[in-house]
């Protein structure tokens, strides 16, 4: 994809949920930006951008925050995550 929205997603190297994720966006040809919060600190900082969310991974694509896996799953599969993946970040 060409002229993709900002893809950030906050990871640790251990969970499957995060593997998941990155692989639909692989699939998808979609660069993003991988932050590890195995550091207490960026976890932190990953919570107070999430909502006090605590699960990894937390997906942002652009100003919005899609959530975790699951959550970017099932707006894949409702046809919306292709249009906010095209949508100018």
């Given amino acids: 994809m060409t002229d993709t929205a900002k893809v950030e997603i906050y990871t640790t ?8 994720a990155k692989s639909l966006l692989d699939e998808k040809g979609v660069d993003y930006t991988e ?19 605590r699960t990894v991974p ?3 694509i652009g100003d919005t925050h899609v959530g975790g896996y699951d959550d970017m799953a099932a707006l894949d599969r409702s046809g919306g995550l292709d249009p906010l993946l095209a949508r100018q970040g």
């Fill in 35 to 53: 932050t590890d919060v195995a550091d207490p600190e960026l976890r932190q900082a990953m919570m107070s951008r999430a909502n006090g969310r």
């Fill in 13 to 20: 190297a251990w969970c499957p949920y995060c593997h998941a």
């Fill in 58 to 60: 937390q997906i942002f």
